[in-house]
């Protein structure tokens, strides 16, 4: 049944326009970079756009002695036993990074550092939301509108029709997802060569370094790739959820849209407990999206969970795998208890 699901989409409009927006993005990406480390761009005091012209070596060795230097920094402050525990922590992590690279040499990490930047891009974020929302929406709307679902639901094969959908709405973001980075990966590698050193500290590609827990530049891009899987999935489950309980495609998308936002609202909800908005201040979808740096690999402080000290990150994911199988869960409901009756 999934077969016909997918030669279905590929029959719809809705597909035609993704793809076509699906290759404008890569495109696009193709040309979006941050600062390398061999480049120091920045705007001086006066507005000026300045472009540091030294040697390239002498660039990324000075970045990386800083960012050596803050970590030292780190490890010193925490032998004078005043420090916090959330700075502790830090430190201990900074003294970790330091022993399994410690940064005395500049290695070329371009391809990473273009990688990551793209693949955790806001703009590909929300481009990559948009096809799920857009695909997904429609995944049984259309029925209602063509009076298909009658027939659907008065077959013997009800269920697997039905469950094709959820099954398609589950793998279609992993597949766009992962054709996504292929694309960005074969393109980065044409323009700045082939991926090396990955298995240095991941604190030489991002700029928040201190925060960051001892993770190798290949851990790091997977946590990457496999947070932003959950989000992309989240929403065509949840968004092909609204299109078996609303009546047209608009409600669908609205729904959908209202479910991604819901987050980033209760996190400005200033009243609610302060271990709650530090957890959805940092794994609501929304800001997941816009700044993914401030949630994968990072340490952000723990909270009191029955009486159990957890770190703010993991309760965030485990947030986030909860609603995934509550928009699981609550599609099955939907088809056994509500088109059923």
Excluded at 93 to 112: P, R, T, V
Excluded at 133 to 149: A, G
């Amino acid at each position: 049944m999934i077969r016909w699901e997918i030669k279905k989409l590929f029959k719809n409009k809705s597909i035609i326009i993704s793809s076509i927006i699906f290759v404008l993005l890569c495109s696009m990406m193709s040309f979006f970079k941050p600062d390398l480390e061999t480049e120091n761009n920045y705007f001086d005091k006066y507005g000026n756009y300045v472009q540091d012209n030294r040697a390239k070596n002498v660039i990324a060795n000075e970045k990386l002695v800083n960012k050596v230097t803050e970590l030292e920094t780190l490890d010193k402050a925490n032998k004078s036993n005043k420090l916090d525990d959330i700075s502790k922590k830090m430190a201990n992590m900074a003294s970790e990074k330091l022993q399994k690279d410690n940064g005395k040499n500049y290695k070329d990490i371009s391809f990473y550092k273009v990688f990551n930047f793209r693949i955790n891009n806001a703009f590909s974020g929300f481009v990559i939301v948009g096809i799920c929302v857009y695909i997904f929406s429609n995944i049984y709307t259309d029925e209602k509108l063509s009076n298909v679902d009658s027939i659907i639901l008065s077959g013997k094969n009800k269920y697997k029709a039905l469950f094709s959908k959820l099954s398609l709405a589950i793998i279609a973001p992993i597949f766009i997802y992962l054709v996504y980075i292929l694309a960005i990966g074969v393109i980065t590698s044409i323009q700045y060569g082939n991926p090396i050193n990955g298995s240095l500290q991941a604190y030489r590609i991002v700029d928040t370094f201190s925060l960051l827990k001892p993770i190798t530049i290949y851990g790091y891009n997977m946590v990457n790739i496999l947070t932003m899987m959950i989000v992309f999935v989240s929403v065509g489950v949840f968004a092909s959820l609204f299109s078996f309980i609303t009546n047209n495609s608009v409600q669908s998308i609205v729904s959908v849209t209202v479910f991604i936002v819901i987050g980033k609202i209760i996190a400005s909800l200033k009243f609610l407990p302060k271990n709650l908005l530090a957890v959805v201040g940092c794994s609501n979808y929304i800001d997941i999206i816009m700044n993914p740096q401030m949630l994968i690999g990072n340490y952000l402080g723990d909270i009191n969970v029955f009486g159990k000290s957890i770190g703010i990150v993991n309760v965030g994911y485990i947030g986030l795998i909860v609603i995934l199988m509550i928009g699981i869960v609550s599609n099955i409901y939907v088809f056994k208890k509500v088109l059923n009756t």
